[in-house]
């Protein structure tokens, strides 16, 4: 008989840290067992390390987009909003901010390369990003593959 087929089935009380209360919680999602916590997967997952070119980017998804920013401005029409348009060799794309500081804006000088990772959705002037998250380097080696070009 296999061993670990039977550490498989064990509830989960028997793991260190997980108490009567903590296994009443996981029940309530379907996890009774330790295979079932072993197996429980996350619904979707984020890919920060692979950079998408903007003419990839599909509506509804969320990439990592190192680009060079064209140029910049604030908006007063409606409410006030910072917008900034980043270029690739594959097109352009429109990154808005509704909150923001001088900080952010001097981020956004003309000529400068970024990284900002967000979800990708239709602009009032094609294809943009609504309060990407802007990134301070580009991402890591040692944190998994890159493929990104400055």
Do not use: W
């Amino acid at each position: 008989m296999d061993p670990s087929a039977n550490a498989l089935d064990a509830p989960l009380t028997s793991l260190k840290g997980v108490g009567p209360a903590l296994a009443e919680r996981l029940a309530k999602i379907s996890i009774h067992r330790v295979g079932d916590a072993l197996f429980h997967l996350p619904l979707r997952s984020q890919d920060r390390h692979r950079v998408k070119p903007i003419r990839d980017m599909q509506h509804g998804d969320e990439v990592l987009c190192c680009a060079e920013v064209v140029e910049h401005s604030i908006s007063y029409a409606g409410r006030r909003s910072l917008r900034v348009r980043v270029s690739d060799d594959s097109g352009t794309l429109e990154l808005r901010f509704f909150y923001f500081h001088s900080a952010l804006l001097a981020r956004f000088a003309t000529g400068s390369t970024v990284f900002v990772f967000g979800e990708v959705r239709k602009g009032p002037r094609g294809t943009a990003m609504f309060h990407p998250e802007v990134l301070d380097e580009p991402p890591s080696q040692r944190e998994g593959p890159s493929q990104y070009t400055p």
